[in-house]
């Protein structure tokens, strides 16, 4: 069975830090894979999403970057955080073609 | 361009009443709904889609092009289904969910 794994769990970082976001997906092939912010109030706003390695969409403009090294790996990451980068962070994976997304269990980031 | 609307943050009802969380989506074409759930402490998890035409948990959802809503329904409300409630719309297979900014459903004892 497909399983997706996120992490770390949760993060703590300071302002102008780095960040790396880990997500990875076992028991299936060329997944679509998606970034998702959640903040409360704003609902999920979609982040960067990959149909293949290196094919990276962005959805919105900031200081995020997503890369898929690996079929079945997909990384969020910044080179200086901002206080606003503050939220829950939630990977998702889909089947090649299909429409449902299922989603891991999400990084909880807070900048300070 | 493609929207979800979710005009309730919260929706709080007794248990045993009916419950209405409302979707509305604004798309030219033939769309895809689904209606995802977050429980507390859990992953997002995917409640039903509208082709699949099922109840999951008591719940289901109508799709009505001419009003262009997804609204989803349960006749007596539970005190398990509080929860975090997201419509969401697909135009194919291969492109993002769009989704809503979610209702917070909570059932009262």
């Known amino acids: 069975s497909q399983t997706i794994h996120q992490w770390p769990a949760t993060l703590v970082q300071p302002v102008g830090s780095p960040l790396s976001l880990e997500c990875t997906v076992e028991?299936?092939?060329?997944?679509?894979l998606y970034w998702y912010r959640q903040a409360a109030g704003r609902g999920l706003q979609l982040l960067f999403y990959?149909?293949?390695?290196?094919?990276i969409s962005s959805e919105v403009p900031q200081n995020l970057s997503a890369s898929r090294p690996q079929d079945r790996q997909f990384i969020l990451s910044s080179k200086k955080l901002l206080l606003s980068d503050s939220g829950f962070y939630l990977c998702?994976?889909?089947?090649?073609?299909?429409?449902?997304?299922?989603f891991g269990p999400g990084t909880r980031l807070t900048v300070l | 361009a493609q929207r979800v609307t979710q005009p309730e943050k919260l929706l709080s009802v007794f248990k045993g009443a009916p419950v209405e969380l409302k979707c509305n989506y604004s798309?030219?074409?033939?769309?895809?709904l689904f209606w995802y759930v977050q429980y507390s402490r859990q992953r997002l998890q995917l409640l039903l889609r509208?082709?699949s035409r099922e109840s999951i948990k008591g719940f289901t959802a109508d799709l009505n092009k001419g009003e262009t809503s997804f609204h989803l329904k349960k006749p007596f409300a539970q005190e398990e289904d509080s929860a975090m409630y997201y419509c969401?719309?697909?135009?194919?297979?291969?492109?993002?969910?769009?989704f809503g900014k979610g209702t917070r459903l909570s059932v009262i004892a």
């Open positions: 969401a719309l697909s135009d194919s297979g291969n492109t993002p969910l769009v």
């Open positions: 990959s149909v293949g390695i290196g094919q």
């Open positions: 998702a994976w889909s089947s090649p073609g299909g429409w449902t997304q299922y």
């Open positions: 509208h082709i």
């Open positions: 028991g299936t092939s060329n997944p679509n």
């Open positions: 798309y030219s074409g033939s769309p895809e």
